[in-house]
């Protein structure tokens, strides 16, 4: 008889796992955001155009180009305010994951583990802004929760699980279950009370 190992996919995704898709995706962002920034003041000095000093640009038949640097410089400001919303929305409503998530294997889902919509995608990103003025506090509160729900996920009724195999390394954790018997000096053979790490079925891979 095949006995299979359990897996953690479909489980609550923890808080390590989570921060570090929050990382790799706020790297994306900026990068994204800077890039395009110093790409549209080269293209505009080219022209000789200051994007910092539109309102140095004298009027008359230059107005034109006063107006265009100063819409340019709004188009920036906006961008740089709309880009992060953009693209949590867009990859959660493509397919539940975003670049961060993907490598971190994690998806967000509806409760019912339908894929999420537009409004839905929408309104969590609105929770993340909520919880994120309130001193993150919304998003720490996933570590307590049972479902690893944070404030964005209540307000949206959504959850995080992990969508990958994912399953324990048998070695590490016989290592892991050996070096804590050695270093306590207990015998090195598990009572039959005292099940091993490696048979234990882990609820994340993280808390």
Known sequence: MITRQPTLQGQYAGFISRAVAWVIDLFIISVTVFTLAWLTRATLQLFHIDIASCSTIPSGLMGLVADFCNLSR???AAASVLAAPFYF???WVLGGQTI??????VRVVKQNGQ???FGTALLRAVGFFISLILFGLGFLWLIIDSRRQGWHDKLASTCVI????????EGFTAWLNKWLRLSSNTPASPSPSEPSLASSR??????
């Open 100 to 105: 961060g998530n993907f490598v971190t294997g």
């Open 89 to 91: 929305i867009f990859f």
């Open 74 to 76: 709004f188009a920036m």
């Open 115 to 117: 894929r999420l919509g």
């Open 202 to 207: 882990p609820t994340s891979l993280d808390t």
């Open 162 to 169: 992990y969508a990958w195999k994912a399953v324990p390394d």
